[in-house]
């Protein structure tokens, strides 16, 4: 089995009911979560040893942390414990023309007031195939975008490959800041993930000058970047079409060998929780990479994984290889018995 | 903040949950509301000094609609207390193609037998904006009717606007005697609301000699109506389309210095509770004449509430003003983060 | 009242939350139910007087089988008390493209290890109106199959009609085994119920030469059984057009004097439950044969009473005749205060 | 199997889970149940034929009281449908120190209102071998009281055995108005039950002139009485210590043929639910009578019973008679693996 | 209706179900609460004009606390809304002989890093009867010390009475630094409650000379400070006798010109929740003195209120002053019917 | 850390609700448990590497033990998949007087089916410290007796300890056959437990001639034993004392170096779960001895973290070392803030 290693934060989410406001809740549902953890542990029921480096508080919320991961396999050596408290967040559930809200609670988390030198990156990137990292990391202080930079050349220099999501979140920083802090990134990475209003406003790529359709538009976006980002074999990202809270189709897109791979569209409906749903596309983008998988089968095995976790609650894929294969092969909904 | 008041009765539902019947049910979801009260509540979140006068008994069950209305800052002043039972309901919540079933059991409640005099009509509506009732309190009882007519004309001389939403109900009485109790109101009323059915059945207004679009025909009607009762200056209803019981769709109409001034339609799927949908797009409505709104702000507004309120669980639309404008302003769906 | 019987297993079902998974449940839904029982469950709904003929453990799950028959007022006077086990599966609810998946727990049962003469099927067919049996008690044991036959022989020698629902389950034998164990029966049948591929690969019929609409093809199905089957008056089937797990079209089809009879379409959408929908409709086709309704009614009475099922949860169809009939002449979703 | 027949109102009961409050309940638990329906249940769990008479509105909650008696295997036959409405009645659970609150909303019934020739008791009372009925029927209206002297007269024709239990609900009617109501009705009586409180308030005896105990002051009444009243050749009650609402002592009393038999005492706690405890009592001991057990066995069955019955949610006792033996006899609380 | 202040933090308890641990928990009960938030909400229930002066952040859980105190009658006009977060803690319910666990996340919220001049003390305490704070908000910060004081200083310039409580806690600060804090404030308070150990280890006092009982020991205690700080009129506590986390003694102790009062002991079991116990003792203390009742009344109403609260989810004492009256009087745990 | 080996089959519990029957359940509680599995979840909680070997089905419900196990750091290693089905058993859970009730469905399970040479005993013995086995494996099948009996030869060979708890089944078989099976793994066991009746029911000792406290008889069996066995240094079993299914009074003996070591006696009550309350005892007396504890230190840990046990839903002990340290060494039920 090949090691992967994912590093990120965790938090607790709280959610909402469906049909229920935050300021009535008697009761919330509680899961942990995490771009790169969910992208862990989907990377487990893939198949691969994965690993997820963080940090957590000594008590039992941190302990509630490491059940999660356990439970799915994920291995948690380099899970330190420490600091004042786990991030949270509220999220009051959407349905039908009404979004979804996120109420963020997560500074002066341990992991985000973590030190540097308190991992020690040789151990964690020994013997691994993958690190990946994504932009919300970088988004929490300078002292991360720091350690994210040093993961990323120790990797290359181990002969890891290095993936990037660049997951942009408007509530954390500004598109400026989020732009300046990935350039110096990208000479690094193998694999990203990013979409065509992070082209333009992260990148700050120019629009094409004629009107694209939205497929090619992306390409144009994608073989230019990669043009100057020789090193970046694989992109992807997903066309999502929000008809409402409760309803979504989508489509993944990836880019190899200069050439723009598309699945089919899922229609999704209803949404049982989209938490998580980009990050079990990119667990499916990556394996099919570390197994080597032709980018149909990849983009066609990414796409179900991300269609599949929107039918689960909870922020991640709780889906073997086999079952997202199955799910994305046979005629949806039938019952077998 | 401007003083407004509702007048009506309030009572308690129990609905089964979703895919439940009621003769199995083990649990029932109790909530408290009426069309008055619901009215009230709304406008209270919508920025109003908001009164609701009632009567309920002088147990829990009343304690427990005192704390309903002040959990939603509707003052509780006018909230009498005494008399035999609150009225309750049953509903059999509906799905798909599957209708929702109403069991009344309100007959003998405390409101229904008040006495007219137990409510001091100057306190209640000095300095006062507005006063808003309901066709459901005329079907309760003549002294109901009396009740309401005392109210009306009283505000008229205090100089407070009246509102009155025909609400008919075909379990309560039938639709001459609705018809009936509800003409001698009509010239005291500076706000109403009703549909197509009720200027047939209620008004007994002679149909157009042509056919007409269902928007010309409700032109129509207000255009004769208000030609009628030149004291009324906005009259208001919904198109409401029933794919199922868990997909509507919801339009609004305002009819206006002699226009009829429509909403977009609100694709409202899945309905989460649609009962108060009415109620939410009564208070919008009437807060846009309050506030001094231009006719289509305040149409679109009111249908953004009312499209709102099927969201969530309850008869309330616990939306603030500036939640309702999110809404009807942004795209539907989206998830912000 | 007419006197029906049915005979079969009805086993425990543990049932997932929407959009949990089987292996992530702390807690699961319990039902009692099986395709006989559910038919009887039905027929009691529907004013027969209806007996369940099986065999439960002695202690509280038989109990429980006991209890949920007596509650929808079917006869438990041939529920046989011991042996090993109560059968049970485990369904993980499916909902959009995700489908519903279930692992049975069945063997060694009661029922399946019943000996064919634990019961007088003198008592029980003696003034009975109809016995109705299903392919699933076939697919059992041999002694299940004799004791089946025994069963349909004795009530032609009363005059009982005999009922049969082909009810095709992949996982419990393979299709040739299926039609092997289905002809010896056929001659003693007078009403049955199979599709299409039942009619391709049990029953072995040839495909007609040219390419019909799924309607004709059924009806050329139908029409050559019944030259071959003539003691067949009633054949039934449901065309269910699966869009996803939560969203279905179904319509019904009914085969009587050389006619198909066509339900119109139930747009299903969401689904509760499907589970049992298919023993509703045959408990509706059921009924209007028993009643001697027109086929037209029988056909729209047993598909409303199918979509009906669809509306809620467990396995049963709990509504009265005079509900299916209002459910079927009524605007859809509408409701009624 | 000797057919039983118990006559009275059986009502929806709302109950709070524990340690809410019913003013800020979100949930109500509904139950159905009365104390002759109660008695009802328990008699077909002990095995005898068990009819319940009785009327309830023709609507959703009618027909729940129908499925909660017949899952307990009791005959609906002589249960009426029509009227206005089912009774209710709203339970905040007590705890500890904390007692248990009732509201009553049973007025306006369909039962308190039915028409005393609604019933053909000839029906009703053929070849029965118990009637029995509770002072609370009594307490709902004149007419009432009338239908059950009739019937008790009837049944003394038929050769039926009367069972009347006192019952007394100080928010129903007041002690004397019991009294002068019940007075009239003894002679008919061959099984009552009654205690300390009753005897004094109700039947207005003398209280001894020397202190007693408990248990000798009690004998002194019911020995008084059976001199009084030698038709009535039973009488029992309970000695019930309520240390808290969730602890309490009981000790069963049976009075035969001149002497006082008592349980041992039973200490429940914690207590689940004593709603329908008296009853189960009073089940248990005409159990005993109509199985002519000896007093010792009958008075140790029936406080094993009511024992029980403080251990299960609802009204009801659903344990059968080898139940109750096996609890009565083995040491409590022990696991059997 | 006597106009009633208390200053404090309010914050957001996550509770876990009984029997459940924080780390496996899938579902949090929320319930907001704070020690001076809680007296605020008892003092309304008891008939007082109750104001709670706090900040809370201007989002969905600053709305929630809105909610909470208006559905308890306690005006929000001095409720701030800004800042960062909601304070918030975790409790792993205890049981038994298992305590209950506290993790606190309460650091940088919107109320413990408000400026002192945010709010108007003059409009707060304007034609006030009352004004509570407790050694929490003190433990908070140097600037709360501050405003704290100047709030005190500012009630006695306005003839307002100022009750304190030390409600000191071992995980927010050292005794100590405790003892160093509460000091300056004694000659502005009127009312104060703190017990043994606090008269130990926060005012270091001297024990006395030879052994004493508890009560003994107390009123030496209470004997010597009042003779210090004769300002303080009115000094109380609880003796809580844990015996499991499901079981507690509680008696109440008020000193008051000279003499100790107490109540009987409440023998509390089970236990529902005792977060909030002291608070309502506390405004069951205050409630008599500003009614200027009895001492022996006073403390026995304050005790009853405590032990009431005991009984109830969350940390409020919802009952109201005949319901705490009615409970002190009356057998415990009867049923009333 | 340490290896160590628990083997043994790990079912699936379903449990009703407090105050229900099962006959009446519509949702259970899952849980997943059996005694060696619930030692090895302990064991790993208290800091040793644990393994536990098996044999579940290839289905989800044999992915729901896996994450089980892995969530409480348990490895899965030797968890084989295949076979027919999960063992489950149904528990009615007991409450007061009430005793639980188990119904087992475990036969034809995956594990009881197993063949012995499916593990290779070597590898899972490789390295370990410890083999912990019990006495319901040796009821499952004679193949069952001699995989025991192989592993605790092998085990002996590399050096492992052996350590076998009695866990004496009435459902599963006789004291006679017990016996009969446990004799001969006698001579390979280091650790054992069992309790009086095993002494003198299963090993058949003769009771001494004297009357002995239960103390002084426990030690009687326990010396005589160890001199017939001196390979078994460590003898262990508990006293509980059944007050009720509520409240049990919990003793720990360990017998070693010819010496009773006793711990206090915890008062248990209420109990939330007792199910694994022996397997989490187990696991202490061997973290005791691996750890080379003083023997009163073992049973004061071992009995504590029994205690703990059953304050928690659930067959686990989900403590960890420190916490169970803490919770005997403080003062019950205190909270601490």
Request: hydrophobic share 35%; with cysteine.
């Amino acid at each position: 089995m090949k090691k992967v290693v994912t590093l990120g934060e965790i938090m607790l989410r709280f959610s909402t009911a469906t049909g229920e406001r935050l300021a009535q809740a008697n009761e919330l549902t509680v899961n942990y979560g995490g771009a790169e953890a969910n992208v862990a542990v989907s990377l487990s029921h893939f198949g691969f040893e994965s690993y997820f480096v963080s940090k957590v508080p000594e008590n039992h919320l941190g302990t509630g942390v490491e059940r999660h991961l356990r439970s799915n396999g994920v291995h948690t050596d380099f899970l330190l414990k420490g600091g004042e408290r786990l991030g949270t967040y509220y999220l009051e559930t959407g349905i039908g023309e009404r979004s979804p809200q996120v109420i963020y609670d997560r500074k002066y988390s341990s992991f985000s007031q973590m030190d540097t030198d308190e991992i020690s990156l040789e151990e964690v990137l020994k013997d691994a195939s993958l690190l990946h990292v994504s932009g919300i990391t970088l988004a929490l202080s300078a002292e991360m975008r720091e350690l994210v930079l040093s993961a990323l050349k120790k990797a290359k220099e181990y002969g890891v490959k290095n993936s990037f999501d660049f997951n942009y979140r408007g509530k954390l920083w500004s598109q400026q800041e989020a732009g300046e802090a990935i350039l110096p990134l990208l000479p690094y990475i193998d694999i990203c993930s990013f979409g065509r209003l992070d082209a333009i406003h992260l990148l700050g790529m120019a629009s094409p000058n004629q009107p694209l359709s939205q497929t090619e538009e992306l390409k144009y976006y994608y073989k230019k970047f990669s043009e100057e980002y020789p090193n970046i074999q694989y992109i992807s990202s997903t066309f999502r079409s929000v008809k409402s809270a409760s309803s979504n189709d989508l489509q993944g897109n990836l880019f190899a060998n200069g050439e723009l791979y598309q699945s089919k569209v899922h229609h999704i409906e209803p949404i049982v929780d989209r938490v998580g749903g980009g990050d079990a596309f990119a667990a499916g983008v990556l394996t099919g990479i570390l197994e080597g998988w032709e980018p149909e089968q990849t983009i066609a095995f990414a796409t179900a994984a991300s269609a599949l976790k929107h039918t689960v609650h909870g922020d991640c894929n709780v889906f073997s290889k086999d079952e997202v294969f199955g799910f994305a092969n046979t005629e949806s909904g039938k019952i077998v018995r």
